[in-house]
């Protein structure tokens, strides 16, 4: 079970370079979530964008929505999700920043375990990965997905 990590209130910046930076990072329609879904179109798929899948917590949104095939797809920052080649963390304030992506990540987790129990297949995307290249494996899970479905299998 899910309980929220609380590294409680933010520290101030120690640059204001980095004060700007997190300032102006948005939560939805980044640059990598983009071109991802440009070159998802680009092949053919239609989706719905930052939505709470139909039978799950209205709290937590995916990225991308195919509903047809049942696919929640994220496309997770290398620095807010931790990601194992590009995760970094920052010099200063590092106990509460190890807490505060320590909590994102759990809570990623938890979001991968409530949509598969609601019977979506989660799907992640780094934002370092190329997105013609992710657009096609998702392209064959949508493939393998939708047939699987139409011969009864759900």
Known sequence: MYTYLDPGPAPPATRQATA???RRM???GTRPELALRSALH???LRFVVDRAP???DRRRRVDILLRGAQIALFVDGCFWHSCPVHG?????????WRLKLRGVVLRDRDTDARLTAAGWLVVRVW???NPAEAAE???GLVAMRTTHAQIGGG
């Open 88 to 96: 970094q963390l920052p010099r200063a304030n590092r106990t509460w």
């Open 54 to 56: 139909p039978g799950t």
């Open 127 to 129: 934002e370092h990965e």
């Open 42 to 44: 680009r092949l053919g």
């Open 137 to 139: 494996r998702i392209r």
């Open 20 to 22: 700007k930076v997190l």
């Open 26 to 28: 948005k939560r939805s």
